[in-house]
T-cell receptor
Framework: DAGVTQSPTHLIKTRGQQVTLRCSPKSGHDTVSWYQQALGQGPQFIFQYYEEEERQRGNFPDRFSGHQFPNYSSELNVNALLLGDSALYLC??????????????FGDGTRLSIL | DAKTTQPPSMDCAEGRAANLPCNHSTISGNEYVYWYRQIHSQGPQYIIHGLKNNETNEMASLIITEDRKSSTLILPHATLRDTAVYYCIVRVKNYGQNFVFGPGTRLSVLP
């Protein structure tokens, strides 16, 4: 039973560029949430996708956008990259739009470095 | 902001029980307590969650006080592989609610 998979594992970009990160949820899950984790800090919620729509958003600028596909996989896009966007980007999946008490399951993330 | 407070770090001897405390004095009646851990260079790993009763699974036990204002995660026989940052999170059982992570407790299991 495959867990949450993310690609790529590492990525290096320069300021001003755009990046796309990808996530495949755990088998049977239909909801994907994205988090940003700066070095030494806990993960910070970016947004959640359920039924191909953004359902909830954290305190992140519009440069951060996403998409969910009919197969429940998801992409995170970041435009006009800043040095401060350097972080570990985590994808978490769950079932039913986070209704109920079911936990989210996380992938191992994409390490994004901005030069 | 996270609704929980945890000690920044703890040590535990290998083979002994690790007891990780968490304070959530403002918890509401419909909020669950979740525990995750994060080993270096990996994503957070789900451990256990509960509402008001004590819970146990193959990884750990969760003890929630009767007033629900605090809880303790117990790793019964800590190993070196349990060295990680442990996060205690409260979350409403509600549509669209996501996890708000604090800085967690860095547990070091010592040989």
């Amino acid at each position: 039973d495959a867990g949450v998979t993310q690609s790529p594992t590492h990525l290096i970009k320069t300021r001003g560029q755009q990046v796309t990160l990808r996530c495949s949820p755990k088998s049977g899950h239909d909801t994907v949430s994205w988090y940003q984790q700066a070095l030494g800090q806990g993960p910070q919620f970016i947004f959640q996708y359920y039924e191909e729509e953004e359902r909830q958003r954290g305190n992140f600028p519009d440069r951060f956008s996403g998409h969910q596909f009919p197969n429940y996989s998801s992409e995170l896009n970041v435009n006009a990259l800043l040095l401060g966007d350097s972080a570990l980007y985590l994808c978490a999946s769950s079932l039913g739009g986070s209704r109920g008490a079911a936990p989210q399951h996380f992938g191992d993330g994409t390490r994004l470095s901005i030069l | 902001d996270a609704k929980t407070t945890q000690p920044p770090s703890m040590d535990c001897a290998e083979g002994r029980a690790a007891n990780l405390p968490c304070n959530h004095s403002t918890i509401s009646g419909n909020e669950y307590v979740y525990w995750y851990r994060q080993i270096h260079s990996q994503g957070p790993q789900y451990i256990i969650h509960g509402l008001k009763n004590n819970e146990t699974n193959e990884m750990a036990s969760l003890i929630i006080t009767e007033d629900r204002k605090s809880s303790t995660l117990i790793l019964p026989h800590a190993t070196l592989r349990d060295t990680a940052v442990y996060y205690c999170i409260v979350r409403v059982k509600n549509y669209g609610q996501n996890f708000v992570f604090g800085p967690g407790t860095r547990l070091s299991v010592l040989p």
